[in-house]
């Protein structure tokens, strides 16, 4: 299959035959294939916990399924810093069987989420850690209307992998302890559960052409704060999402979307990502860099990359 391109150098638009090698990652992402979603089983099932933690600004914060919005009030939207989304998922069972009799592979699998709000939509690499048991111990006690159950849980590493988010795992399981009510739900009854993690980066191509480090702006955020969840989390190519923490963080708005930020900074002759799009940043006068960052921010939320031209199939 072949594609072309509008690709503007700031005087006039040259047509580029693209192959499908370059719209690889689209193809992969986008596909709608009925046939594929459904004759692919998802990776994890059961009762299913989901942790998340989002690093902003330096710090990272939490987030569980308390519905507690937190604010941090001293985001900095004019400075370029890393940022990104970490994910645990901790589930009864795992389609290993019948993952290698399709000749896929278990240990890890791509996925996708969007960040909530109509944000931008990431994809990224799930990995498992291995499995931990639950350590439950079942209490009998007196309640108001007779002799009740009381579970609780002590979770212990039972193969938790070393690797780049072992960390994460551990201060997941540290917190699961902390919180046993928050999950007896999904752990009662259960001896064990696999643990995945998954790390999204957060980094953007800008409508300079420039890639940027951090959460890029989108929706109303130009207009009102924003707040910064997970909409939705599921494998790609699957039906099916996976269950998200309930928690969120809010951030203020930014004060000034045309000046002083990281998304209007133009790059040197070796930064630039998007040539298109930075040759027609460089023909847009003020105003129509204000409309173009405003169809970017309001029109293209949910893309990581810059803002497109014309992009057509043949």
Not at 60 to 89: C, F, M, P
Not at 297 to 312: C, I, R, V
Request: net charge negative; charged share 25%.
């Amino acid at each position: 299959m072949e594609y072309s391109q509008f690709v503007f150098d700031g005087r006039h638009s040259d047509k580029a035959k693209l192959s499908a090698e370059d719209f690889m990652i689209e193809e992969f992402v986008t596909s709608t294939s009925a046939e594929s979603k459904e004759s692919t089983p998802s990776l994890l099932d059961g009762h299913i916990i989901s942790v998340a933690q989002i690093e902003l600004g330096g710090e990272k914060y939490l987030l569980d399924d308390n519905k507690q919005v937190r604010l941090v009030g001293d985001h900095d939207w004019s400075t370029e810093q890393d940022a990104a989304i970490y994910v645990a998922l901790l589930s009864d069972n795992a389609a290993i069987d019948a993952y290698e009799t399709m000749g896929l592979t278990h240990h890890e699998c791509q996925m996708t989420m969007q960040i909530s709000e109509s944000g931008p939509v990431i994809h990224t690499t799930m990995e498992n850690y291995g499995t931990i048991r639950t350590g439950e111990q079942i209490h009998l006690e007196q309640g108001d209307y007779g002799i009740e159950q009381r579970h609780t849980f002590d979770l212990c590493v039972d193969d938790l992998k070393e690797g780049h988010l072992q960390d994460f795992g551990t201060r997941v399981i540290q917190h699961i302890n902390e919180n046993n009510a928050l999950y007896e739900s999904k752990l009662k009854n259960q001896d064990k559960k696999y643990i995945y993690l998954m790390k999204f980066e957060l980094n953007y191509i800008s409508p300079t052409g420039k890639r940027v480090k951090g959460l890029r702006p989108y929706g109303n955020a130009h207009e009102s704060s924003i707040r910064i969840g997970i909409e939705s989390i599921s494998q790609t190519r699957v039906d099916g999402t996976y269950p998200t923490p309930e928690g969120s963080l809010m951030v203020y708005k930014v004060k000034d979307m045309n000046n002083g930020n990281p998304w209007v900074k133009e790059p040197t002759e070796s930064e630039i990502k998007d040539r298109s799009a930075y040759s027609y940043w460089k023909s847009l006068d003020d105003e129509g860099r204000k409309e173009w960052l405003e169809t970017w921010m309001e029109d293209n939320s949910h893309s990581t990359g810059a803002p497109s031209l014309t992009l057509k199939q043949i």
